[in-house]
């Protein structure tokens, strides 16, 4: 769970794992390529419509642990949305955006700490 964050964040309920996550896996395990790519909205759209309650937000941390345990292999996320990589260079490409993602978060975390570290209060 991150901070700041304790319902989108939350450990899947069991609702999400045994229900949800097999529906949404089933779903992103034939969208092969940029162009068969789907973006939360509509994944959120589509389970919505079929009587599924589901957020933006918890969306996301559904795919992360479809991601995380290998449900799908090879899904990553673009601009266009959701879709299985078909090349290692895809596949480079996005992990690449990945590592500059966590470079980032780092150089923002290491500054705050230098901030917090002269703070007076």
């Not at 700041?4 to 969208?31: D, H, M, V, W």
């Not at 789907?38 to 969306?59: F, H, P, Q, V, W």
């Not at 090879?74 to 260079?89: E, F, L």
């Amino acid at each position: 769970m991150i901070q700041g964050f304790n319902t989108e964040t939350k450990t899947l309920s069991e609702y999400e794992q045994n229900t949800l996550c097999p529906i949404i896996a089933r779903g992103l395990s034939n969208k092969y390529g940029k162009a068969n790519a789907i973006t939360n909205k509509n994944i959120c759209k589509a389970m919505m419509k079929a009587g599924y309650e589901i957020s933006d937000a918890r969306l996301r941390k559904i795919i992360n642990h479809i991601r995380i345990s290998g449900m799908v292999k090879c899904v990553i996320a673009t601009s266009s949305g959701y879709y299985i990589a078909q090349t290692k260079s895809e596949m480079k490409n996005y992990l690449d955006s990945l590592v500059g993602r966590e470079q980032a978060i780092a150089a923002v975390r290491e500054s705050l700490e230098q901030q917090m570290a002269v703070m007076d209060v």
